[in-house]
């Protein structure tokens, strides 16, 4: 007997439904196995190991699997399909096959889920781009999911398709046959803008008055920056409380950044989205791959994870060169696409790229500390960084080492949340000026955006003249000083950008490093 039902398969963080076939009591046999599985429709490792998982689980729940040779057919045969998400498919379909469930039923469902052998069924991954790719087919009678993607799939489904939760083979079983079956519920508004637990706060930073005003202006326009000062200076501290500023993120982008976290497994249970901007800080030793993404089936790397959030690259001139070199595309695009032999995904990437570093290998930067370094060995040290890539960071900022008597004389700073209000109040002015562009903050501004929304007055674009030829700067951090210009006056309330606004843009780009 032939049965049917539908799942999908993941490639990239994008899902593509997936039909199973299932045709039992087939004439022939496999490896001399009259009572053999054989699965076809181009799958890998996992998913042909899933015959042995799916007949032990069937046995284990009471049930009898097909007598004779089966056939499992995933469709489309070009498509590849990976991991433990079709065994719940293939084991429903079986028992279709031999009369247990009503084939007409089951093919009215989508399926998804990985069986233990004692037929308890296990999460999986991607649940979350799955639900809402099936659920903008409007074909379906319903979605089951292990009990764990429940929560997840409801919120991507939004209402369009029931989904319902299943903790193991016979409890799938049981929707299947009792119309009865209560779907799953979740409402999105439980969980945009819901506190995660006390979070870093920048009441907590002693000083360091430039550092907290250009996180500030980071957070305000979206623009990179780079802490450039000795060890203990607090700039991963400060690095910390970045996205504790940055304005709450809408319900597109809070789906846009769960589906890549949905996709690689990261979402916990209990918190099916997540409701606070991501921070990710790889260490030095990351390969390109790990951060940018691919593989042979390509996933999303730690660039991907940070989006719409900050990726915060501590020690930078210890990463490799090539490795950094990857992050010229992403910073420019936000997007990375990454192609191989079996084809190209494409990964959104637009974050905040919060850098840090020594001034020097010892670390120390001025004799007075105690550094040794000696010039040469200070400039092939800096240089470990490209110029193209400092041309892509809009902020250089020194931080510099305060005495035991500034520390302890040093007020409270403001809080994270006072921050916050005139970042937010900022990107209302932006979203205001450049939403009808598709764009929300100041750092996406194309040069056709600068020239209608950047006009100087003669007395500034004087001054940034005079600063372009006293740096040697390029016209890329030309660009970039508009920018963050613009965002200083809109922190300000201001229409027009002012000489005082430009005179602060261009003391972050003094020099290479952000020192004089």
Do not use: W
């Amino acid at each position: 007997m032939l049965a049917k039902t539908f799942s999908a398969a993941v490639i990239g963080i994008d899902a593509y439904p997936v039909e199973i076939e299932v045709n039992a009591a087939v004439s022939g046999k496999s490896a001399g196995n009259e009572n053999g599985v054989s699965i076809v429709g181009l799958p890998d490792t996992a998913v042909k190991e899933s015959r042995d998982r799916v007949r032990s689980a069937i046995l284990s729940s009471c049930y009898q699997p097909p007598k004779g040779f089966t056939v499992v057919n995933l469709a489309p045969a070009d498509l590849r399909k990976e991991g433990g998400a079709f065994d719940l498919g293939i084991a429903l379909g079986m028992l279709a096959a031999t009369g247990t469930i009503p084939p007409e039923t089951l093919a009215q469902y989508a399926v998804i889920g990985e069986l233990a052998l004692d037929g308890s069924i296990r999460p999986v991954r991607g649940a979350l781009p799955i639900a809402d790719r099936l659920a903008r087919q409007n074909r379906f009678t319903g979605l089951i999911v292990p009990r764990e993607n429940a929560e997840e799939s409801a919120l991507a489904a939004g209402g369009r398709m029931p989904v319902y939760a299943a903790g193991s083979l016979r409890e799938a079983v049981s929707i299947l046959l009792d119309g009865n079956a209560l779907p799953c519920h979740a409402d999105l508004r439980e969980y945009i803008g819901k506190p995660s637990g006390r979070e870093p706060d920048f009441c907590e930073v002693k000083g360091q008055m430039m550092a907290r005003r250009a996180m500030e202006i980071a957070a305000a326009g979206g623009h990179n920056l780079l802490l450039n000062g000795s060890p203990g200076t607090g700039k991963s501290m400060i690095s910390m409380r970045l996205p504790g500023i940055l304005p709450p993120m809408t319900l597109e982008e809070t789906l846009e950044t769960s589906r890549i976290h949905s996709v690689l497994g990261l979402l916990s249970d209990g918190q099916p989205l997540l409701n606070r901007r991501p921070f990710r800080a790889p260490h030095h030793t990351i390969s390109d791959v790990g951060l940018i993404g691919g593989g042979r089936d390509p996933k999303p790397g730690e660039i991907s994870l940070a989006h719409n959030g900050v990726l915060f690259l501590d020690e930078l001139p210890e990463f490799k060169r090539n490795v950094l070199e990857v992050l010229r595309q992403p910073l420019e695009n936000g997007v990375i696409t990454v192609s191989r032999a079996a084809g190209s995904c494409t990964f959104p990437a637009r974050f905040i790229l919060c850098a840090a570093m020594n001034p020097c290998p010892c670390g120390r930067g001025e004799y007075e500390l105690g550094c040794t370094c000696k010039l040469e060995e200070k400039r092939r040290y800096q240089k470990r960084i490209s110029g193209p890539l400092l041309d892509r960071i809009d902020l250089l900022v020194p931080v510099r080492q305060l005495s035991q008597e500034e520390l302890m004389a040093a007020p409270d700073g403001e809080s994270s949340a006072t921050i916050r209000e005139r970042v937010i109040k900022a990107r209302a002015i932006q979203r205001e000026r450049l939403g009808k562009f598709g764009l929300y903050c100041n750092s996406q501004m194309s040069g056709r955006d600068l020239q209608e929304f950047c006009r100087l007055a003669p007395s500034s674009a004087q001054l940034l003249r005079a600063a372009i030829a006293k740096f040697k700067l390029s016209p890329r951090a030309y660009d970039r000083i508009l920018k963050v210009a613009r965002t200083i006056a809109d922190l300000a309330g201001s229409a027009a950008i002012r000489d005082e606004h430009i005179f602060e843009a261009i003391n972050y780009r003094k020099s290479p490093l952000g020192a004089e």
